[in-house]
């Protein structure tokens, strides 16, 4: 049964760089894309980008040059970096895996969700 | 950019009724479509691909239909568990991947 769960800090200063960390376990972080979605508190799912195990990346343009994210596969993780944050980017902050083949950007498995505030 | 239209925003049911969610895509998006299930305070849980694909171990009284601009997703007898916000999700434009604004099922 493939986990995944994200860390990293719950509170960030506005201008500062969100740093959020997903590690999976019970399955290779091999052959699928792995993407970061967030969720605004009491508010719609917006997808953020992915990467494949290769470093591969799509990113959405509404993150403009702000995002990167970047896969570690000797440890099975992948990690976000938002940059000059603001209070619109308090969310909850999900990874998940997308399926593979012809219906990849389908997500089948995520992670339980990490909450980052962004305030002074 | 695809535009999805989730309707109604909001439902209230009872254990038992017939539950159908509308999700309207704009252009068209053949049959690539997905539905979400989220519980307050949970990650949403995938329940149909391919618009009418019923993910594994998801319950057979959740079923999909549709194809290009109109979408739906019926719970043919709405289940205490059932209560929830339910999201579809277009991949036709991958990789950017779109949400609709979800619909709230609650119990009447």
């Known amino acids: 049964q493939v986990q995944l769960q994200e860390s990293g800090p719950g509170l960030v200063k506005p201008s500062e760089t969100l740093s959020l960390t997903c590690t999976v376990s019970g399955g290779s972080i091999g052959s699928n894309f792995w993407s970061w979605i967030r969720q605004p508190p009491g508010r719609g799912l917006e997808w953020i980008g992915n990467i494949f195990y290769n470093g591969y990346t799509n990113y959405n343009p509404s993150f403009k040059s702000r995002v990167a994210i970047s896969v570690d596969t000797y440890t099975d993780q992948l990690s976000l970096n938002l940059g000059s944050v603001t209070a619109a980017d308090t969310a909850v902050y999900y990874c998940a895996r997308e399926l593979t083949g012809y219906y990849e950007g389908v997500f089948d498995y995520w992670g339980q969700g990490i909450l980052v505030t962004v305030s002074s | 950019d695809i535009q999805l239209t989730q309707s109604p925003s909001f439902l209230s049911a009872s254990v038992g009724d017939r539950v159908t969610i509308t999700c309207r895509a704009s252009p068209g998006i053949a049959s690539y479509l997905a539905w979400y299930q989220q519980k307050p305070g949970k990650a949403p849980n995938l329940l149909i691909y391919?618009?009418?694909t019923l993910q594994s171990g998801v319950p057979s009284r959740f079923s999909g239909s549709g194809s290009a601009t109109e979408f739906t997703l019926t719970i043919s007898s709405l289940q205490p568990e059932d209560f929830a916000t339910y999201y579809c999700q277009q991949l036709n434009s991958y990789p950017l991947l779109t949400f609709g604004g979800g619909t709230k099922v609650e119990i009447q």
């Open positions: 391919a618009a009418s």
